[in-house]
């Protein structure tokens, strides 16, 4: 498996919208989970959605309503819609792409590579 590379990042207002990005080129096989996470300054990475290999999509409760997850039009690309943002949403953001169900990806330990994530800021 390949580093992820994210992109998209940047500075916006609370009620703005963002679109992340990241791509695992190096990825082959079955996509078995494609997730976010973000790291908040000080704190630890967090699960943020998911597309396992059904197409099931689940988000955090605290992220219901304002983002959505997609996969990118080319391959191994995963995109996140960040809409309505707010100032708790101020992270780095990181993704990935995994052969292993959800239950065991969504465990941020349980990451096998980080990329080098793409920063989010969010001004009140």
């Known amino acids: 498996q390949g580093q992820p590379v994210e992109s998209g990042g940047g500075s916006v207002q609370a009620g703005g919208s963002l679109r992340l990005s990241c791509v695992v080129s190096?990825?082959?096989?079955?996509?078995?989970?494609m997730a976010w996470f973000r790291q908040s300054p000080g704190k630890k990475h967090e699960w943020v959605a998911e597309?396992?290999?059904?197409?099931?999509?689940r988000y955090q409760d605290s992220v219901k309503g304002r983002f959505i997850i997609s996969e990118g039009n080319a391959k191994n690309t995963l995109d996140l819609q960040m809409n309505i943002v707010i100032p708790d949403d101020t992270a780095m953001y990181y993704c990935?792409?995994?052969?292993?169900?959800?239950?065991?990806?969504?465990?941020?330990?349980?990451?096998?590579?980080w990329g080098q994530g793409t920063l989010v800021n969010v001004s009140s």
């Open positions: 190096e990825f082959t096989g079955d996509r078995d989970c």
């Open positions: 597309i396992d290999r059904a197409g099931r999509i």
């Open positions: 990935t792409i995994d052969h292993r169900p959800c239950w065991i990806v969504r465990v941020p330990s349980n990451v096998a590579k």
